[in-house]
C-alpha cells in the first residue's frame, strides 16, 4: 500500500503544484534557519575529545589573591605562572601532567629560494602527546631525559612536512626555527580537536592548532616568551625573561590526567596543600582557591560556547515553527480542497484509516523534500558566513554527515506531527454529504 499512497501524493502534488511548492519553501526555509544555527551551536558544543575528556583536568590556582580580581569574583586565572608550573610539575601527582603555551617562530626552510615564514609552535612537556591523544604517523615525541637537558628536538605536523620536504618521511631531518637548527624527531598524523579545549586563551577556541611542538625546556632556555597574553593583575613583570619567570604573571596553561574519581580527589587535596603552602610561607596571603576542572566544565567556565550562539538557535527553532504553522494551513487549505477526492475513496470502500494514512504519506514526502531543500539552503548559508567571516567561521560553519541527517530527520518528523491535524481531518469527510453536496 505504501508505493501506491506515493503515487496518490504525486498526483496531488501535481494538480496543486503552487500549493505544494509553497509547503515545501515554508519547510525548507524553516529548516534552513533552525539548522543553520543549529550547526554552529553543535560544532561549538561538542566534546572535543569524548572518550577521555571525565579524565583531563585543567588546573587553576589563585596567585593573585582579591586584589587580582574584581569584587565578588573569586575566579582563579585560566594560566599559571612560571612559578606554580615548577612547584605542581615536581609534585608527580596524577599519572600524566602537561605544561605549555603556545610560542611563534620564524622557519627558515632549507631551500634558500624560499622566503622564511612564521610558525605557530607549542612548548610543552614530554606528556602532552600521551595525554591528547595526538596520533603519532612517525616517530616519537622527546622523553623526560631530553626535556630535562634541552635537547633541540621537534615534532611537527604533517601539513608542514609535506610543504618544507615533499613528504611527511621527514624524521631526522633538521629544521631552522628562529636561527636554530631543530632535529625532528616526530610527525603527527590528522588532529584537530574543536573547539581547541587544551588551549582556550586569547579567542583562539577554534583556530587550527599549532605545526611545531617542542620541549618547554629548551623554550625556557632560549627565553621564548609565549605568543598569546600575560595577565600581570598580581604584580609586574618585569623588564627581563629572568624577572618575567620569577614574577607572578599568568602565561602558561597547566593539564593533568586522573583516570578514577580517588585520584581526582587526591590530586585536588594535593592541590590545596600546595596553595596552603605558599599561605604558610608569605607568598600567600589569602585562603587555598583551587580550580580542577575536567575539559567539558572547563569549556563551559570558560564560555566557549557563548550566550549569543545559544539564543540564535532558539529563535532560529522559534521561526521554523512559525514556518510549521504555515505549512500547517497550507495542509488544512489542501485537505478541504480535496474533500471530493476523499468522500469517493470512502464510497469506493477505503477505511477511514486507509485516507489517514494517505496524507501522512503526503505529509512525510513534504518533509522530505523541504529536508533536502533545507539543506541546500543550510549549506548555501555556511558558505555565506565562511565567505563573509573567514576568520571566525571557517571552521565552524561546517556541516557533517551527522548534522545532514539530524536534519533530514527534523523535517520530516515535524512535518509528520504537523500533519497529524490534517490527515484527521481528512478521514474524518463524510462521504454521503460531500457526494451530496456534489
Known amino acids: ?26 519547510i525548507a ?63 608527580h601527582g596524577p599519572i600524566r601532567q602537561v605544561a605549555m603555551h603556545q610560542v611563534s617562530l620564524t622557519l627558515t626552510p632549507a631551500d634558500h629560494a624560499a622566503k622564511p615564514f612564521s610558525v605557530a609552535a607549542r612548548a610543552t612537556t614530554p606528556a602532552f602527546f600521551a595525554m591528547f591523544d595526538v596520533p603519532m604517523l612517525s616517530g616519537r615525541g622527546w622523553s623526560d631525559e631530553e626535556e630535562n637537558r634541552g635537547a633541540a628536538t621537534v615534532v611537527i605536523t604533517r601539513k608542514l612536512a609535506e610543504r618544507l620536504f ?51 625546556s629548551v623554550a625556557h632556555a632560549k627565553e621564548m616568551t609565549t605568543s598569546e597574553y ?14 618575567l619567570t620569577r614574577s607572578e604573571c599568568v602565561w602558561l596553561q597547566y593539564w593533568v590526567e586522573l583516570p578514577t574519581a580517588v585520584s581526582v580527589a587526591a590530586y585536588r587535596s594535593q592541590l590545596t596543600n600546595y596553595a596552603s603552602e605558599q599561605q604558610r610561607t608569605g607568598r600567600f596571603n589569602w585562603p587555598p582557591n583551587v580550580r580542577l576542572r575536567n575539559v567539558t566544565q572547563w569549556l563551559e567556565a570558560r564560555k566557549v560556547v557563548p550566550d549569543d550562539a545559544k539564543l540564535s538557535t532558539l529563535v532560529a527553532f522559534g521561526f521554523f515553527l512559525v514556518c510549521l504553522v504555515s505549512a500547517l494551513g497550507l495542509m488544512l487549505a489542501k485537505s478541504l ?57 571557517e571552521r565552524i560553519a561546517r556541516m557533517d554527515t551527522t548534522l545532514v541527517a539530524t536534519s533530514i530527520a527534523v523535517a520530516v518528523g515535524a512535518t509528520l506531527v504537523f500533519g497529524i491535524y490534517p490527515a484527521w481531518r481528512a478521514m474524518r469527510v463524510m462521504p454521503a454529504l460531500q457526494l451530496k453536496n456534489g
Open 1 to 26: 500500500m505504501g508505493g501506491y499512497y506515493v503515487q496518490l501524493a504525486l498526483g496531488s502534488f501535481r494538480r496543486n503544484p503552487v500549493l505544494t511548492a509553497l509547503m515545501v519553501l515554508a
Open 337 to 393: 480542497e480535496r474533500g471530493g477526492e476523499f468522500s469517493l475513496r470512502r464510497a469506493l470502500g477505503a477505511s477511514a484509516r486507509s485516507i489517514f494514512a494517505q496524507a501522512l504519506t503526503e505529509s512525510a514526502m513534504l518533509g522530505v523534500v523541504g529536508g533536502i531543500g533545507g539543506l541546500a539552503l543550510t549549506a548555501l548559508a555556511l558558505w555565506a558566513m565562511r565567505a563573509l567571516f573567514p576568520e571566525g567561521m
Open 29 to 91: 526555509i524553516g529548516v534552513a534557519m533552525s539548522m543553520t544555527a543549529y550547526t554552529i551551536l553543535a560544532v561549538m558544543a561538542r566534546d572535543p575529545i569524548p572518550w577521555k575528556s571525565g579524565q583531563l583536568f585543567a588546573v587553576q590556582v589563585d596567585n593573585g589573591g582579591p586584589r587580582s580580581r574584581k569584587p565578588g569574583d573569586d575566579e582563579p586565572p585560566t594560566q599559571l605562572s612560571w612559578r606554580d608550573i615548577s612547584g605542581l610539575l615536581a609534585l
Open 166 to 216: 615533499g613528504s611527511d618521511a621527514v624524521v631526522g631531518k633538521h629544521i631552522d626555527l628562529g636561527g636554530d637548527p631543530y632535529t625532528i624527531i616526530g610527525v603527527t598524523g590528522d588532529w584537530d580537536p574543536r573547539p581547541r579545549f587544551y588551549d582556550v586563551i586569547n579567542g583562539q577556541d577554534f583556530e587550527e592548532g599549532e605545526d611545531v611542538y617542542l620541549p618547554l
Open 230 to 243: 600575560e595577565f600581570c593583575d598580581a604584580g609586574p613583570r618585569g623588564e627581563t625573561f629572568a624577572e
